[in-house]
């Protein structure tokens, strides 16, 4: 079983950055990937970003060119630097790991003030 837990969700103000970090516990040889996904009230949760194992990474065209995922050298942690936050950034993130099976942090939250 895996366990992915969040963290380094806070207050930013707009313009400037975050960095949250997902750390894995348990099997994370049955994860293939990792991923940070947000949700706003009331919407979807929609993809902010993708990483396999390979190093391959996919991200939303909102977040493109501001957001940066990455993974730990170990690969049981995986990284969202946020740079130039906006007021529609604000919502909660969550860490997504998946594979043969697909695992999800319980979330952290992210406040941009303006």
């Known amino acids: 079983q895996v366990q992915l837990v969040e963290s380094g969700g806070g207050l930013v103000q707009a313009g400037g950055s975050l960095r949250l970090s997902c750390a894995a516990s348990?099997?994370?040889?049955?994860?293939?990937?990792m991923g940070w996904y947000r949700q706003a009230p009331g919407k979807q949760r929609e993809l902010v970003a993708t990483i396999t194992n390979s190093g391959s990474t996919n991200y939303a065209d909102s977040v493109k060119g501001r957001f940066t995922i990455s993974r730990g050298n170990a690969k049981n942690t995986a990284y969202l630097q946020m740079n130039s936050l906006k007021p529609e950034d604000a919502v909660v993130y969550y860490c997504r790991g998946y594979g043969a099976r697909d695992y999800w942090g319980q979330g952290t939250q992210v406040t941009v003030s303006s």
């Open positions: 348990g099997s994370i040889f049955s994860i293939n990937a």
